[in-house]
């Protein structure tokens, strides 16, 4: 059983152009979060989707950043005109219940590098 | 608001002995905790969880945990360490749809 997908692993770009990374939650899995780890510090809520829906985008930052999770396919996080601010690691979880009660399963993380 | 802290950066243990890596948390409402590892350049690894019950919570790895709500703490433990377990661990409060987590507390097990 596969778990959580995320690609790609490593994303390099320069600062004013696009970034997109891809989360492919675990089989069965309908609830998408993301997370940003800056260097040195713990992970940080994002947004939270579910298919064709985001539930709550509280911790995006205002500009420059989107998400969407469509009926079919991967989740996407997008960054519009990056920033070395931005260099951070990307993490995407999954769950199968939106409940209290339940772990979230992690992917391995998008390192995005900016220049 | 809610918020959880690590007040230890790092915590250096030889192996085969005890280890304790130290968490307390804030939150309105019943708290339900998860602590995870992460090793480099992976992702988090669940460890374990407390939604309610006995306040001695069993993960993977041989790892556990006590939940003490007058101290509001959820400090990790292991009876004996090994040198395999040095990694970054992230203790976390569920608060709403979200994963609030602490900064971590990198653990090195020395041989």
């Known amino acids: 059983n596969a778990g959580v997908m995320q690609n790609p692993r490593h994303l390099v770009r320069r600062r004013g152009q696009e970034a997109r990374l891809r989360c492919s939650p675990m089989?069965?899995?309908?609830?998408v979060y993301w997370y940003r780890q800056l260097p040195e510090e713990g992970l940080k809520f994002m947004v939270y989707l579910q298919k064709e829906n985001i539930i709550d985008e509280s911790g995006m930052p205002k500009e420059r950043f989107s998400a969407e999770f469509p009926k079919e396919g991967p989740s996407i996080l997008r960054i519009q005109q990056v920033v070395r601010g931005d260099s951070a690691a990307y993490f995407c979880?999954?769950?199968?219940?939106?409940?209290?009660?339940?772990?979230?399963?992690f992917g391995p993380g998008t390192r995005l590098t900016v220049l | 608001a809610q918020s959880v802290a690590q007040p230890e950066d790092q915590v250096n243990v030889a192996e085969g002995n005890p280890l304790t890596v130290k968490c307390t948390y804030s939150?309105?409402?019943?708290?339900?905790l998860f602590w995870y590892v992460q090793y480099p350049n992976r992702g988090l690894q669940f460890l374990l969880k407390?939604?309610?019950?006995?306040?001695l919570v069993k993960g993977s790895y041989g790892f556990e945990a006590e939940f003490n709500k007058s101290q509001t703490s959820f400090h990790l433990k292991k009876p004996s360490a090994l040198v395999s377990d040095s990694a970054l661990y992230f203790c976390?409060?569920?608060?709403?749809?979200?994963?609030?987590f602490g900064t971590g507390t990198r653990l090195q097990v020395f041989p």
């Open positions: 939150v309105s409402g019943n708290p339900y």
């Open positions: 979880a999954s769950s199968g219940r939106d409940s209290l009660y339940n772990e979230q399963f």
């Open positions: 976390a409060v569920r608060y709403t749809d979200k994963l609030i």
């Open positions: 407390y939604i309610t019950g006995d306040n």
């Open positions: 089989k069965g899995h309908s609830h």
